[in-house]
C-alpha cells in the first residue's frame, strides 16, 4: 500500500534519478561509484519567504535551487556528479510539485546533474529545500579560495549585479517600466547561469576561486580574508549587461549596490600573470565571457576600490549575514 | 568584518569539523578523497514539531538528526566517512546553538564522522534541519533492499517499539509513572542507537538490508516489495526489551502499536540460511544482538504475521505517510 509520499516520489522525482547509483530511489541510500578522483561536495538550504519569494514560478525555484550549487562546483574547477535534495513541505500540492519536478528535470538534464535520493517531510512553516551536490575534481585540484598570491590578476565572469537590481525591480524598490530592461534582470534574479562550462578554464589556470553569490564586494573581500592578502579594484573594469548599465545611469540604483547585492552566481578568480592568456583563451573556447577587474596585492586591508581617477569609492559595510 | 553567521560557524561548528577536506569550514565546499570504494549517500530533514519536539534537549536533537542517517549507512553495510549540514533558524540563539553543536561533537567524534561542511539560514518558520552523510563500501558491495529470496532468515537488532513507546508516553498516549520503564523508552526516542559496530556483518553475511525507521512492520513490508517476496514472522520471537514487554503486558500498548511505531533505528536484514551461523558470531562479536524472527517465502502478498499457535495476527495498516 504505497503512501502518498511514495506515490509522490515515483511520480515526480523518480524520472530525474537516472544514475544508476539512485536505485531509482527505491533504496535507502545512493551509490557514487569511487575512482581516482576527489569528490567535491556542497550543500546550500533555501526557505520560502527569504531566498525566494511564495509567488516565484516553481519550476525556477527549483532551477535554481540547483544551480547555486552548480556555481560552487564550477567555481572548485569540479564537474558535476549528482545531488540530493530534501524537501519540506506544507502539503502535497501536485500542481506545484509538478511544476518544481519539471523545473528540476530539466536542468539536471541541462547540467548532466542527476538525482541521486532524497527526503520528503511535512513541515507547518515555509516551503524548505537543501541541496547536497557532488561534483568530481582531479586528486588535490580543487579551487580554494585560500590561495590567491599578490600579483595575480582578478577575473570575474559574465555581469554583476542583475540579481540584485532584478529582485529590487521585484521589490519595488527600483521602479522600471520598460520590459527590455526589467525583464532580463529579474530573469537572472530567478534564474541563474552557473558557469559550469568556465569549471576546466578554472581548474587549470586559477590560483583561487569563489562563486559570488553574496555580492562582489563582500565575497571578493571574503577570498583576499581567506588567502591572507588584499586587492585594488578597477571599478571601471566591472562587468554589467545593458540593462543593468541603463538603471545605474538613470541614477534609480547605485553602483555600490549592484557590487554588493547577491544572487550573481558568477565566478570570482584570482589567476597568476604568466597564466592569464592561458585562462582566457581557455575562457573563450568554453564560450563564457571573463574580465579582468583588478589586482592582487600584499597586506590585509579590505580590497580598495578605485574609479577612473584613482580615487578610493567607498562602499557600505559587506557582509551579508542572514541573521 | 565577519558577521554573525561566520563567527557562530566558527565557534561551534568548526571544532566539529576535524577532517582536512572540510577546510576548516572556510571554503564553498567540501573534500571527500577518492578511492576503490564506493560511496554511499542518504539524507534525512528533521523538523521542529513533526521530527521532533520543541522542548527536546538540543544536545539529543543534534545527535538523533545524525544518528538516523548513521543508521541508515549501517544499514547499507558503509563506514560513516563524514557529513553536512543544513540549518535553518529563527534566530541565533547561543544557548541553544552551544547544546546543539555539543551533541553534534560528541557524536562525530563517537562515531568517526566529522562535519564536512554545511549551511545555515534564517527561517521565519520552525527550525528545520537536513543532514546528508557519507559512508564508504567496498566496490559494488552496498547491500540493497531488494535483494531478499525466499529461505532467507529475517534478522532484526537490538530491541523493537520501545522509541516509539517513549514517544506515546512522551506525549501522554501512555501513563507509565514507573521512572524504571519511562525512562529507558524515553531515551530511545530521543537518541536512537545507529547499529554502526553491526556493518561489518551486514556487509559480509547479509543479503538484503535495511533500518528499521517506520515501524517493523511496515519497513518489511517495504523490503519484501523492493525485493518481490514475502514472509513470515513470528510474532513471539519480536526482540522486546523488558521496559517494552511490561508496558505491552500491562495492557497499556498493543503488541500491533510497537511492532507499528517508528523511530527505532535498527537494522533488518535477511540472510541466506548457508551464512546465518557466521552472520549471527559476527552480530556477537560486533556486540550487537541480532535475533531470527522469521523466514522469506515466495509470493508478493503482504508478510504474515503469526502467533504462537500458528494464527494470523492482524496489523493496522502500515504504511506511515508524512502527509
Redesign the interface.
Known amino acids: ?6 506515490d509522490l516520489i515515483a511520480r515526480y522525482f523518480k524520472p530525474i534519478a537516472t544514475d544508476p547509483g539512485a ?1 531509482g530511489l ?22 520560502e ?3 525566494f519569494r511564495t509567488s516565484d514560478p516553481p519550476e525556477t525555484v527549483a532551477r535554481k535551487a540547483l544551480r547555486v550549487n552548480l556555481s ?2 564550477a ?2 574547477g ?1 564537474t558535476p556528479a549528482g545531488f ?6 506544507r ?2 500540492d501536485e500542481r506545484w510539485l509538478a511544476a518544481f519536478a519539471s523545473g528540476l528535470s530539466d536542468d539536471a538534464i541541462t547540467f548532466d546533474c542527476p538525482l ?11 516551503l ?1 529545500m ?1 541541496i ?1 551536490a ?2 568530481r ?1 582531479p ?1 588535490n585540484g ?1 579551487i ?3 590561495r590567491a598570491q599578490p600579483g595575480d590578476r582578478i577575473a570575474v565572469s559574465g555581469t554583476i549585479g542583475d540579481a540584485a537590481l532584478g529582485l529590487a525591480i521585484l521589490s519595488g524598490n527600483v521602479t522600471v517600466s520598460d520590459p527590455r530592461i526589467c525583464e532580463p534582470l529579474i530573469e537572472r534574479y530567478r534564474i541563474p547561469q552557473p558557469r559550469v562550462h568556465l569549471a576546466p578554464a578554472v581548474r587549470d589556470h586559477a590560483r583561487a576561486a ?2 559570488v553569490s553574496d555580492g562582489l564586494a563582500g565575497d571578493l573581500a571574503k577570498l583576499c580574508r ?1 588567502s591572507g592578502v588584499s586587492a585594488i579594484i578597477d571599478a571601471a573594469a566591472v562587468p554589467f549587461s545593458e540593462a543593468a548599465r541603463e538603471v545605474i545611469e538613470q541614477g534609480k540604483a547605485s553602483f555600490a549596490s549592484a557590487v554588493s547585492g547577491g544572487d550573481d552566481y558568477e565566478i570570482l578568480c584570482t589567476v597568476a600573470k604568466g597564466h592569464w592568456d592561458d585562462f582566457a583563451q581557455a575562457a573563450r573556447s568554453a564560450g563564457v565571457a571573463v574580465t579582468s577587474i583588478g589586482e592582487v596585492v600584499a597586506g590585509n586591508a579590505a580590497p580598495k576600490w578605485r574609479d577612473a581617477k584613482g580615487g578610493d569609492i567607498a562602499l557600505p ?7
Do not use: N, Q
Open positions: 500500500m504505497p503512501s502518498g509520499e511514495d536505485l527505491t533504496d535507502d541510500a545512493a551509490i557514487l561509484k569511487g575512482g581516482g578522483d576527489d569528490l567535491v561536495i556542497t550543500t546550500d538550504a533555501i526557505v519567504g527569504v531566498h560552487d562546483l567555481a572548485k569540479a540530493v535534495l530534501t524537501l519540506a513541505l502539503e502535497l541521486l535520493g532524497g527526503d520528503t517531510v511535512a513541515t507547518p512553516g515555509p524548505t537543501s547536497t557532488f561534483g575534481a586528486r580543487m580554494l579560495r585560500s569563489m562563486d581567506a559595510p559587506l557582509s551579508y549575514s542572514h541573521f
